[in-house]
């Protein structure tokens, strides 16, 4: 059975993007229990609609996590089991929830790019 993880990134470089709702991708990996292959990059469609709105602070609302939960479809993450992320703001990790996506949190300590991260977390994946 493989599980599917995405990882907010900058680019094709897989640097983590330490803010989830402002990554401009969602690396989506496949892990068969022993490896972690990459399917791809999506396209983080939340990110490309609020680029003009640095420091803006969402409100915590009913249809702002509504708002977001569209923005994780269409990302394609909801089709993963789990979300690997540094910093998550309170709407996007309800509609991650919401679509039944598993939030692991790490540090910068635990390494810049995706695949070094993921060989981290390898053992919280169930």
Known sequence: MSIKVAVPVK????????????????AIFEFDGNE????????????????H???HQEEH??????????????????DCDYIVVRALGPNMEDALKLAGVKIIKVSKKDGEKAPEVLEKVKEQLK
Do not use: Q, W
């Open 61 to 78: 609302t009913a249809d702002e996590v509504e708002h977001h939960h569209k923005h994780v479809k269409a990302s394609k993450v909801d």
């Open 36 to 51: 972690f292959k990459l399917l791809g990059l999506n396209e983080n469609t939340h990110a490309g609609e609020h680029e």
């Open 11 to 26: 680019d094709e470089s897989l640097e983590i993007v330490t803010r989830t709702g402002r990554a401009p991708f969602f």
């Open 53 to 55: 709105e640095h420091g």
